[in-house]
């Protein structure tokens, strides 16, 4: 077995990988009592075929509907009857199976997570009524505007791409999800070298690793490779009109992918122009203006490639100007170098969401996950930390210059629009 050890001033990191490909985590430190747990599969809504759209997010949902060795009630029960929660996500890259307990139900713990994704028995009458469930999740998903408009975003942004499609697939595509096509993806791609289990808080990194050995059977393997990223090429839009009181809005250029020196620079000119109430676009938009309630930059990072994004709510009579509004802070960021001043206070409170992240176990097992699986390393909070510091005000000009391509604009609009009111960009 392959181990590596590295002890910082915030806690100790260990890394096993196990003859069959498994990798195993953990960060212990100190002052808590919790343990934080996620069996990571390398797998999501990226990786699916057409026919097959929302199979990973209705796999998640399945393990907990029973195994071989507990029913559906005494999964909910097994971590719940001691304090402990059970969960899991789905996301474009991943999917995740979560746990948190005192350090004394270590094995409880694990045995419930390898149960799961090792031995659910997705019995063809659980998958019928689960096609209800997501069906009405789907639906509700479609009601919310708010979280409509990030998948029609999606949709803009990557076109036919899997990672333009909701992560939840269709109603369509799960009403015609076959029970021998949903073992078939499972058999294909939950194998031993697209597993992590990571852990953090209290945990003993040597009774993790016997515990994930003795309990977690996956196929020996790997899964096959998804299909590469395409950024657009040219500006897209999408105007979805209904009868909803506020339009929502999202604009994005193409972004920057997660394994690049340029992610922490990103998150600065994020940060910088919508990362908070004290952000530029929050004082422009919403301060200064009054045009809207809500206005948030977002950055998505992926293995090869991202998105930087934009979203606001507002009356569809003043969409227009806070566009022009967004536009023109995002062409002064290219134009015009950041003062230090204003680039140290955008460090100090990307330093401090780091810091206060690192108080807990939940965002630690997150972070050394994440890393592992799209950088395949380790980073200290340190370390991190020192990222920060390198950017320059000159960095944050450069990958504005890169980064804010108007003739790769996305532009996506849900509610009351204008005709033609973005016909000068797309």
């Known amino acids: 077995m392959d181990r590596q050890k590295v002890e910082s001033s915030s806690g100790v990191f260990e890394k096993t990988t196990l003859p069959n490909g498994i990798r195993v985590l953990s960060e212990r430190f100190p002052a808590v009592r919790s343990i934080s747990l996620g069996l990571w599969i390398d797998v999501g809504s990226r990786n699916e075929p057409d026919k097959l759209a929302g199979v990973c997010h209705f796999v998640e949902h ?10 559906a009630r005494e999964l909910a029960s097994a971590l ?18 979560t746990a948190r307990v005192t350090d004394e139900y270590l094995t409880e713990a694990i045995d419930v997570l390898a149960d799961m994704s090792c031995h659910a028995t997705f019995k063809q009458a659980d998958m019928t009524k689960e096609k209800q469930v997501i069906s009405e999740e789907i639906k509700e998903s479609i009601d919310n505007p708010s979280d409509l408009i990030h998948d029609l975003f999606q949709k803009t942004y990557w076109g036919s791409h899997p990672l333009g499609r909701p992560i939840m697939g269709s109603q369509k595509s799960i009403a015609s999800l076959k029970h021998p096509d949903m073992l078939s993806f499972i058999r294909d791609n939950y194998r031993t070298g697209g597993v992590v289990v990571a852990a953090a808080g209290a945990v003993s990194h040597r009774e993790l690793v016997r515990l994930v050995e003795k309990k977690c059977t996956f196929a020996k393997g790997h899964m096959p490779t998804p299909l590469p ?16 009181r506020q339009t929502h809005f ?15 620079t990103a998150m600065v000119a994020s940060a910088y122009l919508g990362g908070g109430m004290s952000s530029v676009l929050f004082h422009r938009v919403r301060e200064e203006k009054g045009l809207a309630y809500t206005v948030y930059t977002f950055t998505d990072f992926y293995r090869d490639g991202g998105l930087f994004g934009v979203y606001l709510g507002t009356d569809k009579t ?12 995002c062409r002064k960021l290219k134009k015009k170098t950041m003062s230090s001043a204003e680039l140290d206070k955008i460090k100090a409170q990307i330093r401090g969401q780091i810091i206060l992240s690192m108080e807990s176990s939940s965002n630690r097992m997150n972070r ?10 380790y980073l200290t909070y340190r370390e991190s930390l020192r990222e920060i510091e390198r950017i320059t005000p000159a960095k944050v000009r450069e990958i504005a210059n890169r980064l804010f391509d108007e003739s790769r604009l996305a532009i996506t609009v849900l509610g009351p629009v204008e005709k033609n009111l973005f016909s000068d960009f797309v």
């Open 250 to 264: 999202c604009l994005g250029f193409p972004g920057v992918g997660y394994n690049t020196p340029d992610r922490i």
């Open 62 to 71: 399945m393990v907990f509907k029973g195994t071989k060795h507990r029913s």
């Open 229 to 244: 990223l395409v950024a657009p090429a040219t500006a897209r839009s999408i105007m979805q009109t209904d009868d909803n």
């Open 368 to 377: 050394i996950a994440r890393f592992e699986l799209m950088m395949g390393r």
């Open 80 to 97: 719940e009857s001691i304090g402990g929660s059970l969960n899991a996500f789905t996301t474009r890259e991943q999917t995740c199976y």
């Open 318 to 329: 003043h969409l227009r100007k806070a566009f022009d509004i967004v536009m023109a802070e």
